[in-house]
């Protein structure tokens, strides 16, 4: 008996210190020079439950003010599985976008493989991205918006609309993304039947980023399985339209064909940008939609010089059948301008963005080891008292007389580096036709419990419901 009590109390001593031994190895990652300070967190998950902790829609991340205060701007953690440093600091972001493709390079944690799958095409970088950024921006950019989308997100946004008066009440959120998938799908495919494009629109919809939030949710889990098998049957469609275009040789003027004709780029790589586009964009930019018309409705000076402005292009309109105009919207809408960048500024589309490590780098007297993630808080910039007066007030006269790019040290909301977001002027120019349509034609009202919170991404735990009415 006492040999099995001995034999035991060795190997429950022994247990006890293989975990110790682990769980400090867990804490104090091996580095060649002096680690951010900060904490790992628990062993495999980290600190992650605690970064998807909800928040309020105006309140920095607690996640971040916290060990901000107790480490300082650049500190280290584990989230998402992954070693992980996270910069506020703004200079030192700049630095990150400076050194691009040498010493840092765009990644996301293994996590997000789960839903997107685990291609190389989603981190690809160098010239293959620089050249299909090019490709995009023949679309997306302002002469393939000139040319190519203005016409169809004109018509998608004043029918959807249109469609949308006679319910007495809808999800604002919903409506946008439908509105903006019915318009991308033909410029993304242009050869689908009537009942391919509708089943491929439900397969765009059913993909969203409600998964990204709190693990402990089961609407989470429901999420990422629904995103999960839309991502899968998406990509299906693609490769089947782009085997039969290769057999049988046609030729379209769309996006697939564009990108398949270059010779740069392999299928699988073909078919996952191709997929991305359109869920990118009605994820970001449905939500800056409705939080722009939240904004408007809560501010009766901002409604009121908004429908000046839109009355007027009404006005000097040759034709009044006419939908919105390049020109009109590059030249007749400056105020309309002021309300998407403040927007913009307020919502963070994209709070965090990632990088990774490709060699050992020194910033600041620390050492951030290969192959960690770089965690860059650009939100953080945009509450900044320093930069915005009364940053939580929503004032789009703030940017009157600025001429606003899409990245600065101070206005970080399209990422940055050779990331910076291809789609930026088709989010703005989405954003500046539904007002137009909404502020001419309709009146309009927010539902009381249309809140918005943070997971950090923006959500909406009771919907966004509006209610609009034909202006008499």
Same mark, same amino acid.
Request: hydrophobic letters at 40%; a positive charge.
């Given at each position: 008996?006492?040999?099995?009590?001995?034999?035991?109390?060795?190997?429950?001593?022994?247990?006890?210190?293989?975990?110790?031994?682990?769980?400090?190895?867990w804490s104090n990652p091996k580095c060649n020079g002096k680690l951010p300070p900060g904490t790992m967190?628990?062993?495999?998950?980290?600190?992650?439950?605690?970064?998807?902790?909800?928040?309020?829609?105006?309140?920095?991340?607690?996640?971040?003010?916290?060990?901000?205060?107790?480490?300082?701007?650049?500190?280290?953690?584990?989230?998402?599985?992954?070693?992980?440093?996270?910069?506020?600091?703004?200079?030192?972001?700049?630095?990150?976008?400076?050194?691009?493709?040498?010493?840092?390079?765009?990644?996301?944690?293994?996590?997000?493989?789960?839903?997107?799958?685990?291609?190389?095409?989603?981190?690809?970088?160098?010239?293959?991205?620089?050249?299909?950024?090019?490709?995009?921006?023949?679309?997306?950019?302002?002469?393939?918006?000139?040319?190519?989308?203005?016409?169809?997100?004109?018509?998608?946004?004043?029918?959807?609309?249109?469609?949308?008066?006679?319910?007495?009440?809808?999800?604002?959120?919903?409506?946008?993304?439908?509105?903006?998938?019915?318009?991308?799908?033909?410029?993304?495919?242009?050869?689908?039947?009537?009942?391919?494009?509708?089943?491929?629109?439900?397969?765009?919809?059913?993909?969203?980023?409600?998964?990204?939030?709190?693990?402990?949710?089961?609407?989470?889990?429901?999420?990422?399985?629904? =995103?999960?098998?839309? /991502?899968? *049957? @998406? %990509?299906?469609?693609? &490769? $089947?339209?782009?085997?039969?275009?290769?057999?049988?040789? !046609?030729?379209?003027?769309?996006?697939?064909?564009?990108?398949?004709e270059d010779e740069v780029l392999d299928d699988k790589y073909v078919i996952f940008q191709t997929y991305?586009?359109?869920?990118?964009?009605?994820?970001?930019? =449905?939500?800056?939609? /409705?939080? *722009? @018309? %939240?904004?408007?409705? &809560? $501010?009766?000076?901002?409604?009121?010089?908004?429908?000046? !402005?839109?009355?007027?292009?009404?006005?000097?309109?040759?034709?009044?059948?006419?939908?919105?105009?390049?020109?009109?919207?590059?030249?007749?809408?400056?105020?309309?301008?002021?309300?998407?960048?403040?927007?913009?500024?307020?919502?963070?589309?994209?709070? @965090?963005?990632?990088?990774?490590?490709?060699?050992?780098?020194?910033?600041?007297?620390?050492?951030?080891?290969?192959?960690?993630?770089?965690?860059?808080?650009?939100?953080?910039?945009?509450?900044?008292?320093?930069?915005?007066?009364?940053?939580?007030?929503?004032?789009?006269?703030?940017?009157e007389g600025k001429d606003v790019v899409n990245f600065s040290k101070s206005f970080m909301v399209f990422?940055?580096?050779?990331?910076?977001?291809?789609?930026?002027?088709?989010?703005?120019?989405?954003?500046?036709?539904?007002?137009?349509?909404?502020?001419?034609?309709?009146?309009?009202?927010?539902?009381?419990?249309?809140?918005?919170?943070?997971?950090?991404?923006?959500?909406?735990?009771?919907?966004?419901?509006?209610?609009?009415?034909?202006?008499?």
């Amino acid at each position: 008996m006492n040999m099995i009590w001995n034999v035991s109390i060795c190997v429950t001593a022994l247990v006890v210190v293989l975990i110790s031994r682990w769980w400090y190895r867990w804490s104090n990652p091996k580095c060649n020079g002096k680690l951010p300070p900060g904490t790992m967190g628990l062993p495999i998950i980290g600190e992650t439950l605690d970064f998807f902790k909800s928040y309020g829609f105006n309140e920095t991340s607690p996640f971040i003010s916290k060990r901000m205060s107790r480490y300082g701007p650049i500190f280290r953690t584990n989230i998402f599985g992954s070693n992980t440093v996270v910069v506020t600091d703004p200079d030192v972001m700049v630095e990150v976008f400076r050194q691009e493709n040498t010493a840092f390079v765009f990644s996301l944690p293994d996590a997000f493989g789960i839903v997107l799958g685990k291609d190389d095409a989603i981190v690809n970088h160098g010239k293959t991205h620089k050249h299909f950024k090019q490709i995009t921006l023949n679309f997306l950019g302002p002469e393939g918006l000139k040319k190519k989308l203005i016409g169809g997100m004109d018509r998608a946004a004043c029918e959807g609309l249109r469609s949308k008066a006679s319910l007495g009440s809808f999800n604002l959120k919903e409506a946008a993304e439908s509105l903006i998938i019915k318009h991308l799908i033909p410029k993304l495919i242009s050869n689908l039947g009537a009942e391919a494009q509708e089943n491929l629109m439900d397969i765009f919809m059913a993909f969203n980023l409600d998964w990204y939030q709190s693990f402990f949710s089961l609407s989470t889990w429901k999420s990422l399985y629904r =995103s999960f098998t839309a /991502s899968r *049957a @998406v %990509k299906k469609v693609i &490769s $089947n339209v782009l085997l039969s275009r290769k057999e049988s040789g !046609e030729k379209h003027d769309d996006i697939l064909n564009t990108v398949m004709e270059d010779e740069v780029l392999d299928d699988k790589y073909v078919i996952f940008q191709t997929y991305v586009i359109p869920i990118a964009a009605k994820d970001t930019t =449905s939500v800056m939609i /409705s939080m *722009a @018309v %939240k904004y408007i409705t &809560s $501010n009766p000076k901002v409604y009121l010089e908004l429908k000046r !402005e839109h009355n007027a292009i009404l006005q000097n309109r040759v034709d009044k059948n006419s939908g919105v105009s390049w020109e009109e919207y590059k030249n007749n809408m400056s105020f309309t301008k002021m309300v998407i960048n403040e927007t913009l500024r307020l919502v963070n589309m994209a709070p @965090v963005m990632f990088r990774k490590t490709l060699v050992d780098v020194t910033i600041q007297g620390y050492t951030i080891p290969k192959g960690w993630m770089v965690f860059l808080a650009t939100s953080l910039l945009h509450y900044d008292p320093a930069i915005y007066e009364n940053p939580l007030e929503f004032n789009p006269w703030r940017w009157e007389g600025k001429d606003v790019v899409n990245f600065s040290k101070s206005f970080m909301v399209f990422g940055g580096g050779m990331r910076l977001c291809p789609g930026a002027e088709f989010a703005r120019l989405q954003v500046a036709v539904v007002l137009h349509h909404l502020v001419t034609n309709y009146d309009f009202t927010m539902a009381q419990d249309s809140e918005a919170t943070r997971t950090p991404l923006v959500s909406f735990p009771n919907g966004m419901h509006m209610s609009i009415s034909p202006i008499n």
